[in-house]
């Protein structure tokens, strides 16, 4: 089955300071891939999706993530942070034959200090 | 347009108790999933759903029961409660999986 990697648990930033969530991917079929945002005791919102086409995907908040087919990675960007995005995020990887099977990383806990 | 509405938001049990989990959504999507989220681990896919009638198991099924019989609610069932299945509960649903999910607000569960 497909799995994911979030290769930090904490990414502690300044505010306007740019900054970079890693995410990789493993499997042996073409995936689909998403970044969503956890704020604290809500649920989940998404934030970008990659299903096909262009591998640079623009999102909410102003969020940006590459799709590296070579390396297996969805890394998620943002040039300048805000207090505001202070959360946690989750990189997911579907398999296109399946869907509902969507598999998610352990999380990336962004903290924002002013 | 509510989305997604879990209820409840909190629940205790006592270990050997059932419950039911509710959820509904009013988008009229056909995918819904249940996940539950423990520090560290991330979401893990207990059961899904692709339709009425139509369910199957994910990533931690055991223990928990599930049914589709209309497209809005997706009930989640703990047959005998266990510790172990302490844990935040998310519900999602989506048109089609691949254009992402809409989750709800989560059931904080404790089994005592």
């Known amino acids: 089955a497909q799995s994911v990697t979030q290769l930090d648990s904490q990414v502690p930033v300044f505010e306007e300071a740019p900054v970079e969530l890693r995410c990789n991917y493993s499997?042996?079929?073409?995936?689909?891939l998403f970044w969503y945002v956890q704020y604290p005791n809500q649920g989940l919102q998404l934030l970008l999706k990659?299903?096909?086409?262009?591998?640079l995907v623009k999102g909410i908040n102003g969020f940006e993530a590459e799709f590296n087919k070579s390396q297996t990675s969805f890394h998620l960007r943002k040039p300048s942070v805000h207090i505001s995005d202070t959360a946690e995020y989750f990189c997911?990887?579907?398999?296109?034959?399946?869907?509902?099977?969507?598999?998610f990383g352990a999380g990336t806990r962004l903290t924002v200090k002013p | 347009n509510a989305g997604v509405t879990q209820t409840p938001k909190f629940q205790v049990l006592k270990t050997g108790q059932s419950m039911t989990l509710q959820c509904a959504q009013d988008m009229n999507h056909e995918y819904m999933s249940w996940y539950r989220q423990d520090p560290g681990m991330g979401l893990r896919l207990i059961h899904y759903?692709?339709?009425?009638?139509?369910?199957d198991q994910g990533e931690v099924p055991n223990g928990y029961n599930v049914s589709r019989s209309t497209t809005e609610d997706f009930p989640l069932r703990l047959l005998s409660a266990a510790p172990s299945q302490t844990s935040v509960y998310f519900c999602?649903?989506?048109?089609?999986?691949?254009?992402?999910?809409?989750f709800g607000s989560g059931t904080r569960l404790t089994v005592v």
């Open positions: 997911a990887v579907s398999v296109s034959r399946n869907n509902n099977d969507m598999r």
């Open positions: 999602a649903s989506s048109y089609t999986g691949r254009d992402g999910y809409t």
């Open positions: 990659y299903l096909s086409g262009s591998t």
């Open positions: 759903s692709v339709g009425a009638g139509i369910t």
């Open positions: 499997s042996s079929v073409s995936v689909y």
